[in-house]
């Protein structure tokens, strides 16, 4: 049995304006023990997913289960299951950390929790915090809580909506190692991320949901090897010739060029040779998921898949 499935899952939210299709007809399954990442641009409907998962939307059709069990016919058992830490900042300003982990604690019918409660304010470098008030944290800081509430109760299943969004590299180390720990005990993880570096070194599966369909899944090792393997990286001040515009990915004066093999590379000096253009700091280096990423959104390759 799978720690969480989803079947056909749609869901349209209707508004004045009409009716937009967040999610359409989602189908996959995440095994128990998996570290999996679902990917997609702002608004592609990684959290409605989640939402739905943990019962705080309800699909327009599918269904969805945790560990066998419902999240709507059985509601209770699946949300058990499940340690959620959502995107949105929310917490309740009157309690300080401690207080607030054993309230959640309580919400999920766990007594004498402390033990487990210490070490997550550990885990999670919030043990000098524990007597501050919410109001007191900063963002990063109340995030971490978020965190050690989902996990209050050691919920095999744990969902975590861009843990890492406005954390300092230094908490975001702590956390993954914490996380990746969970994980290494047979927790299964579900994580959503814009850090693709951080989702290509932790998650062994990907799916890349775009505009509520899903559009890859596979795993990430399998995700890279079909990408173009290199990059051509350079500087340049100048506009890029025609021939190359198309493909190039362009930040500020950085240009990156996807290239199969030696030859490629080769054909793209050649065009800046001939625009007798002046580059700087050129390397070759291997595609990322940022690669995978960028190439499996563009419209390009939804033209080829079309075509093919
Ligand atoms: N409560 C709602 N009512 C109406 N539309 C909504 C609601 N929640 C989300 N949407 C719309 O559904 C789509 C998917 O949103 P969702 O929040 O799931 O995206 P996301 O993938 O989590 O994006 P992000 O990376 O920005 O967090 C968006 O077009 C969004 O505007
Ligand atoms: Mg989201």
């Known amino acids: 049995m799978p720690a969480i499935r989803f079947q056909s899952v749609s869901k349209t939210y209707s508004s004045r304006g009409g009716a937009l299709k967040a999610l359409d007809s989602v189908s996959f399954d995440i095994e128990e023990g998996e570290f999996f990442g679902l990917l997609g641009p702002n608004g592609a409907g990684k959290t409605t997913l989640i939402s739905i998962l943990a019962g705080l939307a309800r699909p327009s059709a599918g269904r969805a289960s945790v ?20 995107q949105e900042l929310v917490f309740d300003p009157f309690f300080n950390v401690r207080e607030a982990l054993r309230i959640q604690s309580g919400y999920f019918g766990v007594k004498n929790n402390d033990a487990w409660i210490d070490e997550l304010l550990e885990s999670l470098g919030l043990a000098d915090k524990a007597h501050a008030n919410m109001r007191q944290l900063s963002g990063g800081m109340k995030r971490r809580v978020l965190v050690a509430q989902a996990l209050v109760h050691k919920p095999p299943v744990i969902v975590l909506d861009e843990p890492t969004a406005g954390v300092d590299v230094e908490l975001r180390q702590t956390l993954w190692q914490f996380i990746a720990r969970l994980n290494r005990e047979g927790h299964t993880v579900l994580l959503t991320t814009h850090y693709l570096e951080e989702a290509e070194a932790l998650c062994g599966r990907i799916a890349m949901l ?22 051509l990286r350079f500087k340049m001040d100048s506009a890029l010739p025609q021939a190359l515009r198309e493909k190039a990915r362009v930040t500020g004066r950085i240009v990156q060029l996807p290239a199969h093999d030696a030859h490629e590379i080769e054909e793209h000096l050649a065009h800046i040779r001939e625009a007798g253009l002046r580059v700087e700091d050129v390397e070759i280096r291997k595609a990322d998921l940022e690669d995978v990423f960028l190439d499996v959104m563009s419209d390009k390759a939804e033209k080829a898949a079309v075509a093919g």
């Open 210 to 231: 775009k505009t509520g369909r899903v559009v890859a899944l596979e795993r990430t090792s399998d995700l890279l090897k079909a990408a173009s393997s290199n990059v």
């Open 67 to 86: 560990h066998g069990f419902d999240v709507q016919k059985d509601y209770a058992q699946a949300r058990r299951q499940l340690g959620v830490v959502p």
